[in-house]
């Protein structure tokens, strides 16, 4: 098989944006889901506020993040999903030890988080298991030939919709449906895509969880318990 020269040229370019430690922490801190600052930024990575800037053009450049000019300020936020589950999926490689996985994910983060703009740790990893169990989602391959992707089933459609959510609608959005996103405090998956997303939108609207000013953290109400226990099985 024949390969240009320099096919790789635009992965190598990506991976060198990434790889920079102040450039790293930078897009860990935006995959929150939240934008902010380059000065936010530059004190994230602990450098100048002009050192900060060169390092976020980068980033644009390389279209990992996107910029939103409000006023004066200047808003840096990651360029989609995509590259939140690219730098989730690095965090479980950085992992290393073929030992025994000891997660070290602050417990308040590895109970329930946000992952982009999805649930994650362990009550996302528990959702992922048990709406897989009774049969509301099933394996498919994406357009792409990606084996993690899901397809909702009959069952999986009628209970969404009675939670609230409009399938049909969830699916028309230009993102990918759903899928396994790997979890980087469990190294298990959870739902990704628009129908995570959806499901981090009726926890929150229904207040089953509470988001923490500043922080990825999801607070469980008792509430929350209480219909994760009814729904879903799922003590938390």
Known sequence: MNVEPDSDAPVSRIAAAIGEPARA???YCLVDGRARTSTELAMVAD???????VHLQRLKTERLVT???QGKHRYYSLA?????????ALSVLAGGTRSTFVPNTPNRLRAARTCYDHIAGALGVALHDRIKAVGWLSSSLSSLGEDNTYE???????ALGELGIDVEAVRGQRRRFAYACVDWSERRPHIGGAVGAALLGVALK???VIQELDSRALTITQTGRREMRARFGIGT
């Open 152 to 158: 909702l089933t009959r069952g999986g459609t009628k």
């Open 25 to 27: 922490r930078m897009l």
């Open 67 to 69: 910029v939103l000019a």
């Open 206 to 208: 229904r207040k089953w």
């Open 80 to 88: 989609g999903e995509n590259v939140a589950v690219a730098l989730e």
């Open 47 to 53: 450098v100048t506020p002009s050192t900060a800037s």
